[in-house]
């Protein structure tokens, strides 16, 4: 009985405990907030507030304070009151940190949304385990804060509504964990990353993810599994890729996917939704014909977007094709940018016709992923597939093999598995570089069955397994064969790295491609000035069993390791890159003595006898080509598939980054007496190349990239190459017209038949560029003045629109702006529209020569390398080579005695103010 009677006193003494707690709590939330509720007094029972309710036992279950305009803060112990069903304080000012709700087990709705708190507690939220509705919306003061994971712990959550409230980061992946969850509304926050694969297993039939700051990506196929949706919003992100198949979503009737990045055919499948009422698809690039819903559902298509035709109406076949092919890929945004119109030979990026028929795909290092589209055999006049570079998986299409017009195939350094298609012997197929190519392995779609059919979203289940059959004998000895060879391979590569690691040194190793020959792994010192690597680094193994050539020629050969270029350029850093060009990336590098390089990694192909001849000769000459204002080349290396070249470093950057990006870099803007001086330095150097294209058939790309500015500002001309045998000293060039086409001359986009008189025109563009400090092609001007070659044109019938039309940074005086003429009258000449007018590169010299002191160089070394004098004449510079080196026969069959004098006479058609003067 003694012990009943304490109980009973423990008892009641822990109700009144609880209750005075109760009682600290709720004085203390009248205390902080102002003013205070209507009703609310110390003198008055805190269960007799207005807005309060408690149970039997005057513990608070309800606190309704809502649209009071009350402001100040909340107590942070406001989780004692552990009683505490439901909380609501929307619509007030209410400011500070929300106050823990931490463990109110009974707690089934907090409403804290539409007020001014600025930080949210962690673990605030953990042991809400009767939890139904949260609510903190309209909250934008708060610092930002990631959704919680004790969430997964109120397993009863029905409505999530956090829209407005700061939060950052990723959708957690734990909604398969929330089983009541129906309504998510996260709008307007900074949630960025990609739609979980939890929202799969979710309950979730409205969802709000529309107006992030950053936007979502990633792709929206995750929808198609959501079977309970009923509203979707998912508007302002940058979600990617098609719209997946939505059929099995019975109860969707708002759909919202304008302004993100949606690619790919609009299915035929959400068009006979009939639950759908409200469609946007506005501001995507959405592809093929335009959608035509039903009459009942109202469809926004405005903005931008990439349907074939601006009404309904089907495609071309063509087009279909194409984007058949685009979908096996994902349906990748940058097809979606370039493929507009229903004409895919017009204008459309990687594909060539031919009389309206699309003969050439190429789709080389383009970063696509996905499988190789059988629909590529419905192009049937396809001569050429380049999908080489790319990391596409499964296997060749089998029914590539129809293709009757197949010439070349390159398929080359993806991850491709499975058999490969017996070719005609016409047909060039490349596959280096596809290590499971050959062995069968499951994937899911693109080998030799059907493509996913453009409409529907790209899927398929795996292939299924077989029931585990014992392997035969004659598999056994298969097995045991290669597992020996593999053994074999590794002892041998074993000891030769042994070998190699024991006695390499400077100098000369067996070549371990075809095991004679030499191969020098020292950066042999191309001129003076230029070390050597140290032995330290030599000596390390390289571990990639480099595949280096030597080819014979003389002394300019040298030859670099791939180890060496690796470590010299912290393994291609990305925060070495200097530059990006049609032909690869070049790269920072620094030996061990202090020497800069530049390292031009090349893009990757294939290298067959034919095409290593070609390097070889190019090596031959541009080794020994030496010129105060071409860029040197000091070495070179291939491995494998790779080519990379070594030039020297100039450390000023390009002419481009002085020019039009010099606040970008830190620069003062140039002065004209630089851009002439630059201007000469840079005819000099091409002067030059275009006597030597009439023996050699040397050729450059120019353009203000390709001129690269050294310590004293000097220009020297980069990225020149040997060009093959050209009849009539004409001589082909190798140009992308993306990159490069403003500075192309009219007839090289008419003919693709060209004479030096293209470098002509390109320097007049350079000219242009530097008298305006505009760029050749400029898209934020109006049409009328973005091409500059037109518009300058037009500036210089009238000599009084020169000024006006001049750089503003260069402010010139009186004896600048006679200078200025000059080169402007100069830039037009040049860039005559008919080659046969514009002078050669040697007049260019002498028109500029008068207006920049002439420079000498401080070395005489840089003057006269592999004994060649910078005065001779091209044609004693070619005989000086051969009879110090008695090893090339490249010039022999050459004709010298019609080489043309460097300085031409005054070309016709220049104007009389042109005089004899100008031309010495």
Same mark, same amino acid.
């Given at each position: 009985?003694?012990?009943?009677?304490?109980?009973?006193?423990?008892?009641?003494?822990?109700?009144?405990?609880?209750?005075?707690?109760?009682?600290?709590?709720?004085?203390?939330?009248?205390?902080?907030?102002?003013?205070?509720?209507?009703?609310?007094?110390?003198?008055?029972?805190?269960?007799?507030?207005?807005?309060?309710?408690?149970?039997?036992?005057?513990?608070? @279950?309800?606190?309704?304070?809502?649209?009071?305009?009350?402001?100040?803060?909340?107590?942070?112990?406001?989780?004692?009151?552990?009683?505490?069903?439901?909380?609501?304080?929307?619509?007030?000012?209410?400011?500070?940190?929300?106050?823990?709700?931490?463990?109110?087990?009974?707690?089934?709705?907090?409403?804290?949304?539409?007020?001014?708190?600025?930080?949210?507690?962690?673990? #605030?939220?953990?042991?809400?385990?009767?939890?139904?509705?949260?609510?903190?919306?309209?909250?934008?003061?708060?610092?930002?804060?990631?959704?919680?994971?004790?969430?997964?712990?109120?397993? %009863?959550?029905?409505?999530?509504?956090?829209?407005?409230?700061?939060?950052?980061?990723?959708?957690?992946?734990?909604?398969?964990?929330?089983?009541?969850?129906?309504?998510?509304?996260?709008?307007?926050?900074?949630?960025?990353?990609?739609?979980?694969?939890?929202?799969?297993?979710?309950?979730?039939?409205?969802?709000?993810?529309?107006?992030?700051?950053?936007?979502?990506?990633?792709?929206?196929?995750?929808?198609?599994?959501? *079977?309970?949706?009923?509203?979707?919003?998912?508007?302002?992100?940058?979600?990617?890729?098609?719209?997946?198949?939505?059929?099995?979503? %019975?109860?969707?009737?708002?759909?919202?996917?304008?302004?993100?990045?949606?690619?790919?055919?609009?299915?035929?499948?959400?068009?006979?939704?009939?639950?759908?009422? %409200?469609?946007?698809?506005?501001?995507?690039?959405?592809?093929?014909?335009?959608?035509?819903?039903? &009459?009942?559902?109202?469809?926004?298509?405005?903005?931008?977007?990439?349907?074939?035709?601006?009404?309904?109406?089907?495609?071309?076949?063509?087009?279909?094709?194409?984007?058949?092919?685009?979908?096996?890929?994902?349906?990748?945004?940058?097809?979606?940018?370039?493929?507009?119109?229903?004409?895919?030979?017009?204008?459309?990026?990687?594909?060539?016709?031919?009389?309206?028929?699309?003969?050439?795909?190429?789709?080389? &290092?383009?970063?696509?992923?996905?499988?190789?589209?059988?629909?590529?055999?419905?192009?049937?006049?396809?001569?050429?597939?380049?999908?080489?570079?790319?990391?596409?998986?499964?296997?060749?299409?089998?029914?590539?093999?129809?293709?009757?017009?197949?010439?070349?195939?390159?398929?080359?350094?993806?991850?491709?598995?499975?058999?490969?298609?017996?070719?005609?012997?016409?047909?060039?197929?490349?596959?280096?570089?596809?290590?499971?190519?050959?062995?069968?392995?499951?994937?899911?779609?693109?080998?030799?069955?059907?493509?996913?059919?453009?409409?529907?979203?790209?899927?398929?289940?795996?292939?299924?397994?077989?029931?585990?059959?014992?392997?035969?004998?004659?598999?056994?000895?298969?097995?045991? @064969?290669?597992?020996?060879?593999?053994?074999?391979?590794?002892?041998?590569?074993?000891?030769?790295?042994?070998?190699?690691?024991?006695?390499?040194?400077?100098?000369?190793?067996?070549?371990?491609?075809?095991?004679?020959?030499?191969?020098?792994?020292?950066?042999?010192?191309?001129?003076?000035?230029?070390?050597?690597?140290?032995?330290?680094?030599?000596?390390?193994?390289?571990?990639? %069993?480099?595949?280096? !050539?030597?080819?014979?020629?003389?002394?300019?050969?040298?030859?670099?390791?791939?180890?060496?270029?690796?470590?010299?350029?912290?393994?291609?850093?990305?925060?070495?890159?200097?530059?990006?060009?049609?032909?690869?990336?070049?790269?920072?590098?620094?030996?061990?003595?202090?020497?800069?390089?530049?390292?031009?990694?090349?893009?990757?192909?294939?290298?067959?006898?034919?095409?290593?001849?070609?390097?070889?000769?190019?090596?031959?000459?541009?080794?020994?080509?030496?010129?105060?204002?071409?860029?040197?080349?000091?070495?070179?290396?291939?491995?494998?598939?790779?080519?990379?070249?070594?030039?020297?470093?100039?450390?000023?950057?390009?002419?481009?980054?002085?020019?039009?990006?010099?606040?970008?870099?830190?620069?003062?803007?140039?002065?004209?007496?630089?851009?002439?001086?630059?201007?000469?330095?840079?005819?000099?150097?091409?002067?030059?190349?275009?006597?030597?294209?009439?023996?050699?058939?040397? !050729?450059?790309?120019?353009?203000?990239?390709?001129?690269?500015?050294?310590?004293?500002?000097? #220009?020297?001309?980069?990225?020149?190459?040997?060009?093959?045998? #050209?009849?009539?000293?004409?001589?082909?060039?190798?140009?992308?017209?993306?990159?490069?086409?403003?500075?192309?001359?009219?007839?090289?986009? #008419? *003919?693709?038949?060209?004479?030096?008189?293209?470098?002509?025109?390109?320097?007049?563009?350079?000219?242009?560029?530097?008298?305006?400090?505009?760029?050749?092609?400029?898209?934020?001007?109006?049409?009328?003045?973005? !091409?500059?070659?037109?518009?300058?044109?037009?500036?210089? @019938?009238?000599?009084?629109?020169?000024?006006?039309?001049?750089?503003?940074?260069?402010?010139?005086?009186?004896?600048?702006?006679?200078?200025?003429?000059?080169?402007?009258?100069?830039?037009?000449?040049?860039?005559?529209?008919?080659?046969?007018?514009?002078?050669?590169?040697? !007049?260019?010299?002498?028109?500029?020569?008068?207006?920049?002191?002439?420079?000498?160089?401080?070395?005489?070394?840089?003057?006269?390398?592999?004994?060649?004098?910078?005065?001779?004449?091209?044609?004693?510079?070619?005989?000086?080579?051969?009879?110090?080196?008695?090893?090339?026969?490249?010039?022999?069959?050459?004709?010298?005695?019609?080489?043309?004098?460097? @300085?031409?006479?005054?070309?016709?058609?220049?104007?009389?103010?042109?005089?004899?003067?100008?031309?010495?």
């Amino acid at each position: 009985m003694a012990c009943l009677k304490t109980l009973v006193s423990l008892s009641t003494l822990f109700i009144f405990t609880v209750m005075a707690d109760d009682a600290a709590v709720m004085s203390k939330l009248l205390k902080s907030l102002t003013p205070a509720p209507s009703g609310w007094s110390p003198a008055t029972p805190f269960c007799q507030w207005e807005g309060i309710k408690c149970d039997s036992s005057n513990r608070v @279950i309800t606190i309704s304070i809502s649209s009071l305009s009350l402001a100040g803060t909340l107590p942070s112990d406001l989780n004692s009151l552990s009683q505490l069903t439901s909380l609501s304080l929307q619509d007030n000012a209410l400011s500070g940190p929300i106050p823990s709700l931490a463990n109110l087990s009974a707690l089934e709705t907090a409403f804290l949304g539409r007020n001014n708190f600025t930080s949210v507690p962690a673990g #605030a939220f953990a042991g809400l385990t009767s939890l139904r509705r949260l609510s903190l919306g309209n909250n934008p003061n708060l610092v930002p804060w990631t959704i919680p994971s004790e969430l997964t712990q109120s397993p %009863n959550l029905n409505n999530l509504e956090l829209g407005t409230a700061s939060i950052a980061g990723d959708l957690p992946d734990f909604f398969d964990k929330l089983p009541s969850l129906q309504s998510v509304r996260l709008s307007y926050n900074n949630l960025t990353g990609g739609l979980p694969n939890s929202l799969a297993a979710s309950s979730i039939v409205n969802l709000w993810l529309n107006n992030q700051d950053n936007g979502l990506t990633g792709t929206i196929e995750v929808l198609s599994k959501m *079977t309970q949706l009923s509203q979707v919003w998912l508007h302002k992100n940058q979600l990617t890729g098609p719209i997946p198949d939505l059929s099995e979503c %019975n109860n969707l009737f708002d759909l919202q996917l304008r302004d993100n990045q949606l690619t790919g055919v609009v299915p035929s499948s959400l068009m006979g939704l009939l639950s759908l009422k %409200n469609v946007s698809l506005d501001n995507n690039e959405l592809q093929g014909p335009v959608p035509a819903f039903g &009459k009942g559902v109202k469809v926004t298509l405005d903005g931008i977007n990439s349907f074939c035709r601006d009404t309904p109406g089907p495609c071309d076949a063509r087009v279909m094709v194409l984007l058949q092919v685009a979908e096996a890929f994902g349906f990748p945004i940058r097809l979606a940018n370039s493929w507009k119109g229903n004409d895919p030979c017009q204008g459309w990026s990687f594909v060539v016709c031919t009389a309206g028929k699309i003969t050439t795909v190429n789709f080389a &290092k383009q970063g696509l992923q996905g499988t190789i589209s059988p629909a590529f055999a419905n192009l049937t006049d396809l001569r050429n597939l380049y999908l080489n570079g790319n990391n596409l998986t499964g296997s060749i299409p089998e029914s590539l093999i129809t293709l009757s017009q197949l010439e070349t195939l390159d398929m080359s350094n993806n991850n491709l598995s499975g058999d490969v298609p017996k070719f005609p012997s016409k047909v060039k197929l490349v596959t280096a570089g596809n290590v499971l190519l050959g062995q069968s392995i499951s994937s899911g779609g693109g080998g030799s069955g059907t493509t996913p059919s453009v409409g529907s979203a790209p899927g398929g289940s795996p292939a299924e397994s077989g029931n585990g059959s014992s392997l035969t004998p004659g598999w056994i000895a298969g097995i045991v @064969i290669i597992a020996m060879f593999f053994v074999a391979v590794v002892l041998f590569v074993s000891c030769k790295c042994y070998y190699k690691n024991r006695h390499r040194k400077f100098g000369r190793v067996n070549n371990p491609e075809n095991g004679k020959g030499n191969v020098k792994l020292d950066v042999m010192s191309v001129s003076k000035g230029y070390g050597g690597v140290t032995s330290e680094l030599q000596s390390q193994s390289s571990g990639d %069993n480099s595949n280096l !050539h030597v080819f014979e020629g003389g002394t300019g050969n040298a030859t670099i390791s791939l180890q060496v270029l690796r470590q010299v350029t912290n393994n291609f850093s990305e925060d070495n890159i200097l530059g990006r060009g049609g032909f690869g990336v070049v790269y920072r590098g620094e030996l061990h003595d202090g020497t800069k390089i530049a390292v031009k990694r090349m893009e990757s192909v294939a290298m067959g006898n034919k095409r290593m001849n070609e390097f070889q000769a190019e090596i031959a000459v541009l080794s020994k080509v030496r010129h105060r204002h071409l860029v040197a080349l000091l070495g070179y290396c291939i491995n494998g598939n790779e080519r990379l070249l070594v030039y020297e470093y100039m450390p000023q950057g390009t002419l481009t980054q002085h020019l039009f990006e010099w606040r970008e870099h830190g620069c003062s803007p140039l002065t004209w007496k630089q851009r002439v001086a630059i201007a000469l330095d840079v005819a000099r150097g091409v002067e030059y190349l275009h006597s030597l294209a009439q023996q050699s058939f040397i !050729h450059r790309d120019l353009k203000p990239s390709n001129i690269l500015l050294g310590d004293d500002m000097r #220009a020297k001309v980069a990225d020149f190459g040997l060009v093959k045998n #050209a009849p009539d000293g004409k001589y082909s060039v190798e140009t992308r017209l993306a990159g490069t086409f403003g500075y192309l001359a009219p007839e090289y986009a #008419a *003919t693709g038949r060209v004479t030096t008189k293209v470098d002509v025109y390109a320097f007049g563009v350079v000219l242009m560029e530097l008298i305006t400090g505009r760029r050749a092609l400029d898209d934020t001007v109006p049409d009328e003045r973005s !091409h500059l070659v037109t518009w300058f044109r037009r500036v210089l @019938i009238n000599k009084e629109n020169i000024p006006k039309a001049i750089d503003q940074t260069l402010n010139p005086d009186e004896e600048t702006m006679e200078s200025i003429y000059k080169v402007a009258e100069l830039a037009g000449h040049c860039t005559a529209r008919e080659p046969y007018p514009r002078p050669d590169m040697g !007049h260019a010299v002498n028109v500029l020569s008068p207006l920049v002191e002439q420079w000498k160089p401080t070395n005489h070394e840089e003057e006269d390398t592999y004994g060649i004098n910078l005065q001779m004449s091209l044609p004693q510079a070619l005989q000086r080579w051969q009879a110090n080196e008695g090893t090339s026969t490249m010039f022999n069959d050459m004709s010298f005695s019609q080489t043309q004098s460097s @300085i031409a006479s005054k070309p016709s058609g220049f104007a009389d103010s042109f005089d004899s003067m100008d031309c010495r």
